[in-house]
């Protein structure tokens, strides 16, 4: 015990703050649904994917990891996932990308659980195994990708849309990221949200919770999206709704989570106030246009570890974490207890894959119902939370037609 | 202008809060997609009903109308209606309801528009006539319905679920009813909300809107449930979560709004402290089981005009609006603006099936994407809010998989 | 019993609600600190009024009542206290109400309370009769008006600003005007607040108190305030806040709270959205410049029983309760229970007057501590709240300065 | 510029968040009415203080500094001022302190600026030298201490209560805390907050920030009071209120910050769930009893850098930051704009005390109001936040008692 690494230890503390997963491993540990099946799997490197490994493992399986994104690898944790047997490809910094991919794909993997996509695409591009069992994806923009490719006719297994689940989408989405983006603008800037002015592009799940925490942090919240349907609820949810170029005027912070690229250019940058300060909680760092930002500024400062100013003329803008995703970039991504729910959904649904009589159809298919309703249970119990249940009049009542 | 009836100028003033159904009667005038077809409606008999009706006539259509509710008929409304040459079989009051429906179905509709599915549920009974076009239904209640007789293989139409479009659920369910059931709580009773804790029962869309509206009356919220994954977003929402008996214990309030019967039992009121305050926000008065409040009871005073109570010993409980649905029964009902979505919604769905080529399947629809995001469109154009649009590079950008 | 009268039956209810007065009055009968005093009261005359004179009486005063604000008498009530021999000069309508103030003066009081401070300037008018014990005023207009006496150096006694108590703060203005104020715009409209900007003009306690409930309703909410603490308060609380011209244009509905005169003017009515509301929550109608509204319209409509709709060519504005103060025209003003903590305090602080061996200062004195601390300790028992008390080491600690 | 140190950049930084110290500064640079002066500093050793005395300096004062908390110093600051001619008395670390409150009292300072009253208080021991200016004091804490020695008939000047300012109140206590306290357990956790239970112990102004903004952030918020009024006020804010052992039983999260000592206590420690969090936010270390709790534990376990597991059993209890001020000790305490505004009324009181013309009493005196109202001022201006001013005739009607 005292002979813990301080990797081994953080992923300890973590599985500690992972009921749900726990449950999940000891089901999996005692009914080894995934004996023999290998495990390909592109994610963050982090305490919390280490114990999604370790759930795999104890139900048979054998797992190769590489990062999703190499900026948030934990060099630690790679190592103490190497040290238990898991084919760890993950090296912190933004090199070797590519080839750690390639690596796993070497690695022959009939299963695969992705957060972007990256390694189904690659796994695409050259070629899918025969017995390929399927794939999971983690993230709205994954499941873009993916259906892109399903739109082509080129999608060649199904892909379990982790990301749609309903406890995915209030956990990690909602509550995970709308806290955690904050978070990392916080520990980047130490700014005071009380009385700002936070623009909010994009008006998802995620961004959603960014501006509910937005405006429980104490924030003026304005709104910017192109989705008729979503402009006017956030009207309704009390909210400023105005084009960009609008809000770009009266920002102190703008926070893009559209999932889309060029959200704000050159034309926001110039009418922005004196300190702004840019961020991005999407998954990829297209969705501010760095550089129109770089060709309109005459020079940059890094002012803070996180923090670049670039100097406009009359004016400067503040950059966070180079455009990445500001939550993995500048905090530690999400809870502990946000990943406990999606690696739950993920282990499950490898499950159900790996354990279904038919071959699956080559499309992306929701999360079972019944997985996301037995990891909302597990929630429930992980919380000491008791709710009642409807008794057999009541069920009856409910489904009859004469009222 | 001067000789407006009281009825005529209530209609007036509705209408000129539903500058949705403005807009889409306008069209419908130009268009004349209804012309020659007879609608039967089973809704309440309202000022914003009244101008669903117009819009229906300006689009061709003749109208025959009945409450689908009695208790919420209003007379002057009625009787500006039969004016105009609409058929009205309503009369305010617990009498003459049944009949009220049979005189409508009498008229021979080929289209019905339902809140709750009385209209069409009886139509079934009789069986629906030949060249029957379609229905739609407004209420989840009625869906519960429409689907237990689709399952039992005697649907005869396709019904269109106006509840279930996203504009529909943000505006009626959400903030409608959410502002409305606290509204007619504090008509009957004008209690202070602030500090009191108030149990909701449900946490369906209408059941988390009522929570919301609660919390923003600073009201400390706790709420039950019986589905797991609503349970939990619950908690993750901030409330307390907790078995009915125990909240039976806590509430200052308590408000049903599950769609189904016999939330609140003898258990229930005999745990409830003195004063405890009960009221419906369901459809139908069935959520609290007034037979075993009354049989509790020593004895029942009508101590306001709305709240009768209920003598249980060394306690009282108060029933508001004998367990009907407080919203209508004790204010308003949902104010013009959420009538505006809701009948823009049903005209809309109306002229959607009304003018499609093909035969329509005997099912329950949503209702069609193009429609709920115009309405969304029409509602910000009222509004005077502006946004933004995709340029060509983005929306590729949004629909490629290489990323 | 079975003979309660309907403003008996009224009284009885109300009394239900305000557990803090009731056992002030259970003191009062207990001890007669009030045996043989003549009070004098201006104030709202409604089933709450009726149980502070009741307590007022059991402590052994005798009482005389006229109206602070003749709209918002209740006949039904008047009668009740009448016919148990309260001495009562009011009726419910707009005439006669100066007579009845000096008809109260004319039975000679010796200690006066007030809303408003009417009863008490009328009688500095004519003279404070020798032995005069003190006042009590409820209201923040009052109290200028009592100031503005002392400044002028005519004030002739002690006046006990109960507004200014804690309790009193937190009950009445914010949490009690701030729920009513909005309560009585949805029941002259049925308005859907969510998705609305309002305007609240002032942010002292009442407009916070509003500004938070329109903020909990969903609504967009815009500050407008001359003082720059306040003014900054707002904008940290998270609203917006500019000059009234500028939200001129933002608003769908405009509130005032000021306590001031002329708040809207011409200027801001022509730069008014079609459609917008106009509400006063201050004490006078002086706030909306009803003369210049006037003058600015081609014509006003009665549109509904509270709304008057002016028209200003291109566009109209509707003036809800003909500027009066809102949440007592067309609401019913204070929940019971926040009057319970408002007449608890009067009761107290009449006693605190009647029991002092020392004359008292010719001044505004702020309600005693003690006796705003008694009123919260009550007011916690009623409704059930425990709380822990500080150990010996504990309070000895926090008033030591060692550390 | 290039030659910037890492203390001198952070030192930019922050003054460049510090809008209103800026503006001061200025003035005080063209105004000097400090000239001449010794001012010394016990304060948190930090780029926001370092710009405070910039300010002095730049009015002509002399400034020698230690630090109020060794914890919270950053030794680059400290070197960067000690670089420009600052006599500074502080590094990092628990060691030295005394020692460094002695050596600034050696440089005979007239004028002091206290952080917890460390500095006057030892001042006061030895005895204050002639011609002693005055003090201003920054802490709830600290200001006990001095009215300790008030009480006790030894204080020796005049003292303003900078923490009892009111813009001070909501900028250092409600928003400051109320962000950082979460702001530190996050960090040092990543802790999920929504759907967390947390105990909030203290209803003061600070202990109402953290309340709000851990209810923005989605968590349940119970709050436990010894003070009826701010009891009431909580419960009245919608939180549940009890006592701290009922609430031991349901907290996930606990944050003391009471200003008291043994809030927590082993009574407490016995009751709370597996894995409960404690925290303090108060300005000493005492709040929780932790002599009790290692005397609880089986043993204690440094789980992360800032959390200690104490083994009690059948269960842990985690302790954050050893018990210490949590913002301060595991995030980066206030934001600058938050010591913007303490520190331009600090600054503004050092002028007010040395320009008086008459000495000031020995006692504790309100910052004045002019001062609080220019900080306001300026404030808004940074924000570019504009508003109205009263006429002639509404600030006539305001002072006017006709009405």
Chains 1, 2, 3, 4 share one sequence.
Not at 137 to 151: C, D
């Amino acid at each position: 015990m005292s002979a813990l690494t301080e990797g081994e230890r953080r992923i300890e503390w973590a599985g500690g703050q992972m009921p749900v997963l726990r449950q999940v491993g000891e089901r999996l540990a005692a009914e080894q649904p995934l004996a023999g099946l290998h495990v390909g799997a592109c994610l963050h490197v982090t305490p919390e994917t280490a114990n999604l490994v370790r759930a795999l493992r104890a139900g048979g399986a054998t797992v190769a990891l590489c990062a999703s994104n190499p900026l948030s690898t934990q060099d630690d944790v790679a190592e103490a996932l190497a040290g238990k047997g898991v084919e760890v490809f993950a090296k912190g910094g933004e090199e070797g990308y590519v080839g750690n991919v390639v690596a796993v794909i070497g690695t022959e993997p009939v299963l695969t659980l992705d957060d972007g996509a990256d390694l189904l695409t690659a796994m695409h591009a050259k070629g899918l195994p025969d017995g390929f069992v399927g794939a999971t994806e983690e993230t709205t923009i994954g499941l873009v990708r993916v259906r892109a490719l399903e739109q082509e006719g080129r999608l060649g297994c199904a892909v379990l849309a982790v990301n749609e689940a309903r406890t995915e989408r209030t956990f990690n989405d909602r509550y995970g990221t709308g806290q955690s983006a904050l978070d990392g603008i916080l520990r980047a800037t130490n700014l005071l949200l009380a009385g700002k002015t936070i623009v909010v592009l994009g008006y998802g799940t995620t961004g959603q919770g960014i501006a509910l925490r937005a405006r429980g942090a104490g924030a003026n919240v304005v709104v910017c999206e192109v989705d008729p349907l979503r402009a006017l609820e956030a009207r309704m949810d009390g909210y400023e709704v105005m084009p960009a170029l609008k809000a770009a005027e009266r920002g102190d912070v703008f926070i893009c989570v559209t999932g889309g690229r060029d959200v704000l250019r050159k034309d926001h940058f110039k009418r922005m106030k004196d300190g702004a300060l840019l961020a991005n909680a999407g998954h990829f760092d297209v969705e501010i246009d760095l550089e129109a930002l770089r060709a309109a500024a005459a020079g940059v400062e890094q002012v803070l570890p996180l923090v670049e100013s670039y100097d406009l003329g009359d004016r400067r803008v503040n950059l966070l974490a180079r455009g990445r995703v500001v939550n993995l970039a500048a905090a530690e991504g999400h809870p502990a207890e946000v990943m406990d729910i999606s690696f739950a959904l993920q282990a499950l649904s490898a499950v159900w894959m790996a354990t279904q009589k038919e071959p699956l159809p080559a499309t992306v298919l929701p999360v079972p119902g019944e997985i996301d309703r037995e990891v909302a249970k597990l929630k429930l119990d992980a919380l000491g939370v008791k709710i009642d249940s409807l008794s057999a009049a009541q069920r009856k009542y409910l489904t009859s037609w004469r009222g």
